[in-house]
């Protein structure tokens, strides 16, 4: 289990990273008026990668490992669902209020990413 240990710490590290980016990427987008094909297909990698993430802590939950905080949960489980909820709001808003509202988003699990680091430490 301290493969998949060390595993789920690596990727906590890369979605902050890559969450980081994915906000800096949408504000960009947003001022230049649009939201390209490049940011949408990196969200959904993006999606993937927290997916992935919780798939892991619920493997080192069934092997006992438990996270310090309770609110560790909390923080992926909301991380997890931010996406596809500012997607269902801003779908058929114009594609400049789209990369806006992502940017946002990303940059709140950009967030929940630290917090959730700081929360897991007894994993």
């Given amino acids: 289990m301290a ?3 060390q595993l789920h710490a690596s990727l906590a590290n890369t979605m902050i990273l890559f969450m980081l980016v994915c906000s800096v990427w949408g504000f960009i987008e947003f001022l230049r ?4 094909g490049s940011l949408s297909g990196a969200l959904v990698l993006g999606e993937g990668l927290i997916f992935l993430q919780g798939a892991l802590g619920i493997i080192l939950y069934l092997a006992g490992a438990r996270p310090a905080n309770g609110f560790h949960w909390l923080y992926g489980a ?3 669902v931010t996406l596809p909820f500012i997607y269902g709001l801003v779908r058929n ?3 400049r209020i ?3 509202w992502l940017a946002f988003g990303t940059f709140f699990i950009f967030g929940l990413s630290i917090r959730g680091i700081t929360t897991g430490g007894g994993a």
């Fill in 3 to 5: 493969f998949i240990s």
């Fill in 33 to 36: 008026g649009g939201l390209s």
């Fill in 78 to 80: 909301s991380a997890l």
């Fill in 93 to 95: 808003q114009p594609v």
């Fill in 98 to 100: 789209q990369a806006l």
